[in-house]
C-alpha cells in the first residue's frame, strides 16, 4: 500500500513545510529571478551584454505557466492539504514541464530579441538566473525520487523523458539564435574533435587505473603490510594540485622522449597527452584501490569458508564469490574515477593535452563567456551521464535482497 499519510518525517508535527529541501529549492529559484538576470543582450560579441530580467525577457504566458507551476510544487512543499505520496508525485509531474517551460523561454527570448535588433551580429547570452531555474527542477525531481525512493526504471524512464523533451527542443531550433550555439556553429568542426580528444583521454587513463588499481586492490587485501605504504603514496598524489602535478611532469617526460627516440615518435613529450593521461591515472589509483579493497573486504569470512567447504578452489573463491559480492563497491569508486577524470582532463588542456578545456581556456582569454560554456556545459553533461550510467551499473550489480 503506498503511503498517504501527510507528510511529516523529522520535520516535526508543529511544522507547516513537510519537505524543506524542496522549499529551499523554490526559496533559491525566487532569489535568483528577482536579483539576477534571466539573460543578457549585446550589439555584438566584443561588447558587454545589457542584464534582463525574467519578467522581461518571457512573454506573459510563459512566465505565468511558471508562476503556476512553481505554485504546485510549493503546494506539494507543504505539510497539507496533500498526502506525502500524491505530494511527490505531483513535485515529479510539474518539474518536468517546469525544466522545459524555462529552457523554451530562454531560447524563444533570444529568437525575438535577435530579430528586433534586426542584426546578425547581435548576441543573446543565458543569465544566472535562467542556469538556476533549469538545475532547480532537476534538483527538485531528484529529491523526490529519493523519497518515494523509486526504482531504478523509474528513475531511467524519467531521465529520458526529460532528455527527450531538451533534444526536441534543441531539433525544433529554439536555440538556434542563443550566443552560445553561434559559438558552436562557428566551431564546429574543431568541438567535434576537441570532444573526441575529451573522451580518448579519459579513457586511455580509465584503462590503465583499472588494470594496475584493482590488483592492488586485491594485493592490500590480502597483505596488511602494504596497506599502510600504498594508501600513503596515493594519498600523497592525491594532495598535489592538478596544474602542479602537470608542470612536474613537463620536465621528465620531455628528456625521457628525447633520450628514448622510440617513445618520442609515440608522442612521449613534455607537453601533449602523454603528461595529461599519467596525471590522470596519478589521481584515479586512490579510489579505485581503496574501493576494491574495501569490497573485497566486505565479503563476510562465514561466505568464504562456506565456499571453501564446499570444494572450491582459492581461485574459484576469487572469481565466484569474493568478486560477485564486492563488484558494487568497486563500481562505486569506479564511478567516482570516471566524473572526476572527466572534470581534471579540462585542466589538460593547459599542457596541449586538447578536450574541451580548450574552450573554456580561450574563452577565458578573449573574455567570451559563451565559449566559456562551450567547454563546460558538454563537461558537465558527460560527467552527469556518466555517472548515471555506472550508478545503474552499480545497481544491477547488487546481489538480490540486498538494500
Known amino acids: 500500500m503506498p503511503d498517504t499519510s501527510p507528510e511529516d518525517g523529522a520535520e516535526g508535527g508543529g511544522r507547516i513545510v513537510a519537505n ?42 510563459q512566465w505565468g505557466a511558471l508562476l503556476v507551476l512553481a505554485g504546485t510544487m510549493t503546494l506539494a512543499a507543504l505539510r497539507r492539504p496533500l498526502a506525502r505520496t500524491p505530494a511527490r508525485l505531483l513535485v515529479l509531474a510539474a518539474a518536468l514541464p ?46 523526490a525520487f529519493l523519497r518515494l525512493n523509486a526504482g531504478m526504471p523509474a528513475k531511467i524512464g524519467y531521465t529520458l523523458l526529460m532528455a527527450g523533451g531538451v533534444a526536441a527542443l534543441f531539433w ?23 570532444l573526441l580528444a575529451h573522451l580518448g583521454l579519459v579513457s ?12 592492488l586492490g586485491l594485493l592490500v587485501r590480502r597483505k596488511a603490510k602494504a596497506r599502510g605504504p ?32 622510440v617513445l618520442g615518435a609515440m608522442g612521449v613529450s613534455g607537453i601533449g597527452a602523454a603528461p595529461a593521461i599519467i596525471a590522470l591515472i596519478l589521481y584515479s589509483l586512490l579510489p579505485v584501490v581503496r574501493n576494491t579493497y574495501a569490497g573485497f573486504a566486505g565479503v563476510p569470512a562465514s561466505t568464504i569458508e562456506a565456499a571453501r567447504g564446499m570444494g572450491l578452489t582459492r581461485r574459484q573463491v576469487l572469481w565466484q564469490v569474493e568478486v560477485p559480492l564486492a563488484l ?41 563567456i559563451d565559449l566559456v560554456l562551450l567547454g563546460a556545459i558538454p563537461t558537465i ?17 547488487k546481489p538480490e535482497g540486498s538494500a
Open 20 to 61: 524543506r529541501v524542496l522549499m529551499t529549492l523554490l526559496v533559491a529559484g525566487l532569489l535568483g529571478v528577482v536579483l539576477l538576470p534571466f539573460a543578457s543582450m549585446a550589439p555584438n560579441r566584443l561588447v558587454s551584454g545589457q542584464p534582463v530580467g525574467l519578467l522581461e525577457a518571457l512573454l506573459p504566458w
Open 98 to 143: 517546469f525544466l522545459l517551460l524555462v529552457m523554451y523561454g530562454g531560447g524563444d527570448y533570444a529568437t525575438r530579441a535577435v530579430a528586433e535588433a534586426g542584426s546578425p551580429a547581435a548576441r543573446v547570452s543565458l543569465g544566472a538566473a535562467f542556469w538556476i531555474l533549469v538545475f532547480a527542477p532537476v534538483l527538485v525531481a531528484l529529491d
Open 172 to 194: 525544433a531550433g529554439v536555440f538556434h539564435d542563443l550566443s552560445i550555439m553561434r559559438e558552436y556553429l562557428n566551431q564546429r568542426d574543431v568541438f567535434a574533435a576537441q
Open 204 to 215: 586511455a587513463a580509465l584503462v590503465p587505473t583499472l588494470l594496475i588499481g584493482l590488483p
Open 230 to 261: 600504498l594508501f600513503g603514496l596515493l594519498n600523497f598524489f592525491q594532495t598535489i594540485p592538478s596544474i602542479a602535478l602537470f608542470g612536474l611532469l613537463v620536465a621528465p617526460l620531455s628528456a625521457l622522449g628525447e633520450a628514448v627516440p
Open 328 to 368: 558494487p563497491v568497486i563500481l562505486s569508486g569506479l564511478r567516482i574515477v570516471t566524473v572526476q577524470a572527466i572534470g581534471l582532463t579540462v585542466v589538460a588542456a593547459l599542457i596541449g593535452a586538447g578536450g574541451l578545456g580548450t574552450f573554456i581556456f580561450q574563452g577565458l582569454g578573449q573574455y567570451a
Open 381 to 397: 553533461v558527460l560527467a552527469v551521464a556518466a555517472d548515471f550510467f555506472l550508478q545503474i551499473l552499480v545497481t544491477l550489480s
